[in-house]
């Protein structure tokens, strides 16, 4: 009896020592503003913070690169700072890679209208 309890409680620990270390949910970007309208000439900075495992903060962990989608209606700097340029629909897109592994990936859009 004493070998089946030894064996048991081995079994317990391997099985507890294979648990992950890392939280397995999803990234949880938070974009600001939400959707939006500017005037021609105008400019907003847009902002975005990433989540994980619920409520950490790993923004730092990303190098952002902000892209409109067209330029003749709004443009953005590398920064996130948005300028309306002529009246129109557009988006800009945040794409984040993340620090020491080169993964990238879409982090989230902004709809941009400029009157």
């Given at each position: 009896?004493?070998r089946r309890i030894v064996f048991t409680s081995l079994l317990a620990i ?46 730092t962990e990303y190098a952002l690169d902000w892209q409109s989608r067209d ?45």
């Amino acid at each position: 009896m004493r070998r089946r309890i030894v064996f048991t409680s081995l079994l317990a620990i391997v099985a507890c020592s294979d648990a992950p270390t890392t939280c397995p949910q999803a990234l949880a970007p938070q974009l600001s503003p939400a959707d939006t309208a500017v005037r021609v000439g105008d400019r907003f900075q847009a902002r975005v913070r990433v989540f994980a495992c619920g409520d950490s903060d790993v923004t730092t962990e990303y190098a952002l690169d902000w892209q409109s989608r067209d330029t003749s209606v709004v443009r953005t700097d590398a920064s996130g700072m948005v300028t309306g340029v002529s009246k129109g629909v557009s988006a800009i897109d945040v794409f984040g890679t993340r620090a020491g592994t080169g993964l990238r990936r879409q982090l989230g859009e902004i709809a941009v209208t400029v009157r």
